[in-house]
């Protein structure tokens, strides 16, 4: 099976989940003995394609972002998208699958499948309404929802990565469940084996004294992500736990509000917020940390708590969209209530106050890792869902 796949995000343009769950397909989907050819756009304009075994990626130079304008930026891109798209098919052959990832790519997926015989499927990783709450606040949010709308209308099969999102693509975008698959995302569970504990320990000593506890959370700095209770939930934890230590990870439009509160609350010396850290160091903190900390308001999925899961660092996550899929409360590791700092802190507390019960936890949800969200199982999934487009679209 021949398939052309879009996305918006790949490395070096890599923004969040979507592009990850992306670049680990990919290979992932060849030993599958899919054929697929990745159009993501390249900002730059210099890159080439890259082969991977049967996967080859193909940069393609696209127009210059209209500042400010996200939907216009997609838009005009896609339109270079589709030009490489008509080249491709030409001199690679004819295509069985177009695969969608999110609207940013939705202009050209569906117009290139008006004019060919291939199905089309799309992965929805979040909804416009979703992120707003319910709500579409103005008139950029209105077209990017009306954009989603056509996306799923138009496609074969809808993929979801979650339970909660193929509710929410049924209520905001219309779709009938019977068309969609739940096909989660996943993780690379090997990759935390490679450091060694000598290492670690020099490591955490960056952050916390042997005595402090390690309280760590990585992500998008928004309001979205729910951060501005895990600061307000810090006093109530140093009240009973003064040896708790805070890091803070992530870029975003909150960041400099949040290191605000916390000056305000005089807890500089307690919260530390290092912004943008590698891969390396993200999964060297999850290995050193006594909790990880994810209290989202809206989260489709929830990737970070899964990487954390996979190095075996208890969670604690908020009962919200694909985080309470993901993590089931007091099996592989502890839920909290959204945007309420007291039932974060408890969350936390008991995570460091019961520390063999909360690797007892961790234990439970690396052995759920491996054998639900490992990638091979993921793309299964994924070669399921383009024969059923395939059946339903002749």
């Keep these: 099976m021949r398939v052309l796949m879009y996305s918006w995000e790949y490395p070096p343009y890599l923004a969040g989940g979507l592009g990850k769950h992306v670049m680990e397909l990919l290979p992932a989907l060849d030993r599958q003995g899919m054929e697929v050819h990745l159009l993501t756009p390249d ?58 990832h999110d609207w940013l790519v939705a202009f050209s997926a569906c117009e290139v499948k008006q004019h060919t015989q291939a199905s089309l499927v799309s992965t929805m990783h979040a909804t416009e309404r979703g992120r707003g709450g319910g709500h579409l606040a103005g008139e950029m949010a209105g077209a990017i929802h009306s954009t989603e709308q056509w996306l799923v209308a138009q496609s074969d099969r809808v993929i979801v990565t979650s339970h909660y999102m193929a509710q929410q693509i049924g209520e905001h975008l219309c779709v009938p469940l019977d068309k969609v698959d739940v096909v989660p995302n996943g993780v690379d569970a090997t990759r935390f084996e490679r450091h060694g504990a000598e290492d670690l320990v020099g490591f955490r000593r960056r952050y916390a004294t042997p005595e402090q506890k390690l309280v760590f959370s990585v992500g998008r700095v928004e309001y979205q992500k729910g951060l501005h209770t895990l600061v307000e939930a810090v006093p109530l934890v140093l009240s009973e736990c003064p040896q708790a230590r805070f890091v803070i990870a992530g870029r975003g439009s909150q960041l400099a509000s949040l290191r605000r509160r916390v000056a305000e609350l005089g807890l500089g010396s307690k919260v530390l917020f290092p912004g943008y850290i590698s891969d390396v160091e993200r999964d060297r903190l999850y290995e050193v940390s006594d909790a990880a900390i994810f209290p989202s308001l809206y989260e489709p999925f929830g990737i970070v708590a899964l990487e954390a899961m996979a190095a075996r660092c208890p969670v604690i996550v908020s009962e919200v969209g694909g985080l309470q899929e993901v993590v089931r409360c007091g099996e592989t590791g502890l839920t909290v209530h959204p945007d309420d700092p007291a039932s974060l802190s408890w969350g936390i507390l008991k995570a460091l106050a019961e520390p063999e019960q909360a690797q007892a936890r961790a234990a439970a949800a690396y052995q759920v890792v491996r054998q639900e969200y490992n990638w091979d199982r993921i793309a299964t999934l994924t070669v399921a869902s383009y024969y059923r487009a395939q059946r339903e679209s002749m």
Aim: proline letters at 3%; hydrophobic letters at 45%.
């Design 43 to 100: 900002w730059a304009g210099d890159a080439l394609p890259e082969s991977m075994g049967n996967v080859v990626v193909h940069p393609v130079a696209v127009a210059a972002q209209v500042s400010g304008n996200i939907h216009d930026t997609a838009w005009r891109a896609n339109r270079d998208l589709t030009r490489h798209a008509e080249d491709l098919w030409s001199d690679v052959g004819d295509f069985d699958i177009i695969h969608a």
